[in-house]
T-cell receptor, first 112, second 118 residues
């Protein structure tokens, strides 16, 4: 069990650019979650996958956001045409169905 | 929709003392799970303790225990014999126990920043 990993840990981008984050879950976990955490707030749910299927999306996930988990292993979260309001920590978590979620260290996005 | 409220943005405790962090939640569901997560300055979220709503007995994990009051929708965390390493942001979280497609997301409170003074 090597834990959930995320890459990059930090990303600085200019407004209007596209960014992509990667999450590698714990290998035997079939569920993968994305959350967004702004400074001083608790994480907010964005979306989750069971294997390769995206089963739920929050209304926070605007059409500029897209997430994939093509082979049911790692996942990517892409933000197109970034805005300053997208600046946040993006957290990934994984779990077995119905079990506890294990969180990664997060990717901190700063949009200038 | 479920909501989770933590009314204490900051708390402090002396090393070796006991501190209680408060959490209230709102739900119309009868079956659910409640959690306390710890987020140290390195920012990786760690599960501290979990409570199933159908269990009347309060969960305990070493120095951490909860006071779960289902009727009052209250879920507080007690940390005994506080240690410097307990300093972190603590989040209360809710998860529905409803079947799969609606039961997976965690809903978090705003967090309580705990300082432990030596």
């Amino acid at each position: 069990d090597t834990g959930v990993s995320q890459d990059p840990r930090h990303k600085i981008t200019k407004r209007g650019q596209n960014v992509t984050f990667r999450c590698d879950p714990i290998s035997e976990h079939n569920r993968l979650y994305w959350y967004r955490q702004t400074l001083g707030q608790g994480p907010e749910f964005l979306t989750y996958f069971q294997n390769e299927a995206q089963l739920e999306k929050s209304r926070l996930l605007s059409d500029r956001f897209s997430a994939e988990r093509p082979k049911g292993s790692f996942s990517t979260l892409e933000i197109q045409r970034t805005e300053q309001g997208d600046s946040a920590m993006y957290l990934c978590a994984s779990s077995q169905t119905g079990q506890r979620q294990y969180f990664g260290p997060g990717t901190r996005l700063t949009v200038t | 929709a479920q909501t989770v409220t933590q009314s204490q943005p900051e708390m402090s405790v002396q090393e070796a003392e006991t501190v209680t962090l408060s959490c209230t939640y709102d739900t119309s569901e009868s079956d659910y799970y409640l959690f306390w997560y710890k987020q140290p300055p390195s920012r990786q979220m760690i599960l501290v303790i979990r409570q199933e709503a159908y269990k009347q007995q309060n969960a305990t994990e070493n120095r951490f225990s909860v006071n779960f009051q289902k009727a009052a929708k209250s879920f507080s965390l007690k940390i005994s014999d506080s240690q410097l390493g307990d300093a972190a942001m603590y989040f209360c979280a809710y998860r529905s126990a409803l079947p799969e497609t609606s039961g997976s997301r965690l809903t978090f409170g705003e967090g309580t920043q705990l300082t432990v003074n030596p």
